[in-house]
């Protein structure tokens, strides 16, 4: 009898100890990157952001926007989205559902107003707009105004000033990065981006005419010819690997910047936080808790 319990207690040591070191996959959902593949940005994201341990692997799924990428959260077939730190709490403070689970810290990222890589003229006066409204604190004017407390108090549209005579530039905004990127319920380009490029239009001299994309079909937008100019792609500062922007595009100076980046999931516990106890759980719950 003896025997047979520890034969019994050995099976079940080598079964716990089997299931322990098994790989565990998390997959992370995010906005899609135009210079590269999910599975070449999943290779590059498990090395500069996820633990240095070999039974973790990260796979990323690109979505076209941002409710699509919502949806696959909702639906489960991500673990976690992953946003910049401002969309992340624009969308914590909508969705009460939503609870941050990771806070990860880059080495810098940007957004930036792309171009078509022959219309360098445009994107250097582009360049000088950002410059000077940055040394005038008018950049730092406009986050407060639009990007604090992102989610609380919706955005309003801003109105554009007119040029007469003056030639019009289309410019494309997406959405999708809210509050940055921000439309309105009725679908109105409204917040931060029409007051960025409302001034920037001013500075200038030209007028801007607004047209809607979703962030996916920002560089075919250029291509095509039906934008001039697309409010963001996104900039790795200090890197000649620009996951996000390919052949055919230039970009000008950034004009937002920020250094984290974070990961929502659906909260199971509806408004508790599900809380860190370092005694019972692994350490790689912090990328696979359910």
């Known amino acids: 009898m003896k025997r047979i319990i520890f034969a019994l207690l050995l099976v079940i040591c080598v079964c716990t100890s089997s299931f322990a070191l098994e790989k565990r996959v998390i997959t992370l959902g995010m906005l899609e990157k135009l210079n590269t593949t999910e599975d070449s940005f999943s290779q590059e994201w498990q090395k500069s952001f996820a633990p240095h341990n070999e039974l973790l692997e990260v796979r990323v799924k690109f979505y076209p926007n941002l409710n699509a990428l919502q949806m696959a959260l909702n639906a489960d077939d991500v673990k976690h989205i992953v946003l910049p730190e401002v969309t992340a709490e624009y969308l914590m403070n909508q969705n009460p559902e939503y609870e941050s689970v990771l806070v990860l810290h880059s080495k810098g990222m940007g957004l930036a107003f792309g171009f078509r890589s022959d219309n360098e003229g445009l994107r250097d006066k582009f360049s000088r707009a950002i410059t000077s409204m940055r040394d005038d604190w008018t950049l730092s004017a406009l986050e407060g105004m639009y990007l604090a407390r992102a989610g609380i108090n919706p955005p309003k549209p801003v109105e554009f000033q007119s040029f007469k005579g003056a030639g019009t530039i289309r410019a494309a905004v997406t959405g999708d990065l809210p509050p940055v990127d921000f439309m309105a319920d009725d679908g109105t380009p409204a917040g931060f981006s ?97």
């Open 194 to 290: 029409t007051a960025v490029l409302a001034e920037v239009g001013k500075r200038i001299g030209v007028n801007i005419e607004l047209m809607n994309i979703e962030s996916a079909a920002r560089s075919s937008a250029l291509a095509s010819g039906r934008a001039d100019v697309v409010f963001w792609y996104e900039v790795a500062k200090g890197s000649e690997n620009q996951p996000d922007i390919p052949e055919g595009v230039i970009v000008s100076e950034t004009y937002y910047d920020w250094e984290k980046f974070i990961h929502l999931r659906k909260n199971p516990n509806k408004g508790k936080s599900w809380g860190w106890n370092i005694f019972t759980r692994d350490f790689l719950d912090f990328y696979i808790h359910n």
